[in-house]
């Protein structure tokens, strides 16, 4: 698999994900800030065809070019069966794999930041959305999101994945691009702390509303 990472302006992630052998690519997370036609570029300079377009949630923080995508290039839209936009070729709710030339994603349901969070396995690879930031988690206070089950995704799902498998999330702040789950095991506080003391901390923890929140929330749920 080659992984490409994109960051917008405001470091949310986009990444392409390919098969090396036949070219054939998904697309997780497409940000209109990035741009459809810039994804396009790439596409074409590099010979890639865009099978799928992933979205690892409804995302509160910038707007999806998914559809512009999707349109331009015929590309299934894979989100979960409960993500308000009705934009889903393929409904799923974690189990699922999909081929991508002669390799595999393997949807993984992660609820917790939202009721419809998924992360994607590709390879030795994981793109966990925002159920896991490096050194940090997403919120749960807006979404229908639940903590406890955050703290099960984290726990029972991705800390269930070898050690050494690659973790890339939808956002950072902290000019990081990658991490391991083992890594985060190690040195991401909310990974420490016990079940009731995550609940509780993520439950009181209500920072500022995203800019683009309104705006974000409406297209994307298109
Ligand atoms: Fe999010």
Known sequence: MV??????PRGCLSYLVSDAASNETALIDPSEEITAAAYRRLLAQRGLSLVYIIETHTHADHVSCAGA???????????????????????????????????????????G??????????????FTGDALLIGGTGRTDFQQGDSAALYASLHETLGALPDDTIVYPAHDYKNQS???????????PRFAFDRETFIRTLDAHHPPKPELFERAISENSR
């Open 113 to 126: 930041h939202t009721n419809e969070s998924i992360s994607i396995g590709a390879g030795d690879a994981v």
């Open 178 to 188: 990658a991490s391991t789950i083992g890594a985060e095991k190690c040195d991401n």
């Open 3 to 8: 992984i490409t990472q994109l960051r917008s």
């Open 69 to 111: 995508l999707k349109q331009a290039t015929g590309a299934k839209i894979i989100r979960h069966r409960d993500a308000p936009s009705q934009g889903k070729d393929n409904a799923v709710v974690g189990g699922e794999e999909f081929p991508l030339g002669g390799s595999v994603l393997r949807i993984l349901a992660t609820p």
